[in-house]
């Protein structure tokens, strides 16, 4: 099992930059695909980004690409997400996810192990 703990998140004006933070406990971190979810103000939790357990693989939902950028540091236990250029459509309530298989999925039912959650709030 591993333990996920977000941090990094705040208050930000429209066109700033932040990076969220997960740590993973544990000593099998390399073995889990990581993915990012949000859920915005009265809306599902939805897909934001995910990485390969090598992090040589990525895949955004559309909405982030080119402004977001998923990364990992497998001797760290911690996986990023570096958001640029923040919308206020950005604002919500970040999760980091970590699923124990090969290939990198968008479907958060293929996610066991979930962080509490850290919040993003962008003003215009």
């Known amino acids: 099992q591993v333990q996920l703990v977000d941090s990094g998140g705040g208050l930000v004006e429209a066109g700033d930059s932040l990076r969220l933070s997960c740590q993973a406990s544990?000593?099998?971190?390399?073995?889990?695909?990581m993915g990012w979810f949000r859920q915005r103000p009265g809306k599902e939790r939805d897909f934001v980004a995910a990485i390969s357990r090598s992090g040589d693989t990525t895949n955004y939902a559309d909405s982030v690409k080119g402004r977001f950028t998923i990364s990992r540091d497998n001797a760290r236990n911690t996986v990023y997400l570096q958001m640029n250029s923040l919308k206020p459509e950005d604002t919500a309530v970040y999760y980091c996810?970590?699923?124990?298989?090969?290939?990198?999925?968008?479907?958060?039912?293929?996610?066991?192990?979930w962080g509490q959650g850290t919040q993003v709030t962008v003003s215009s």
């Open positions: 544990g000593r099998t971190f390399a073995l889990y695909v």
């Open positions: 996810a970590g699923r124990n298989g090969l290939a990198i999925s968008k479907a958060q039912y293929e996610y066991s192990y």
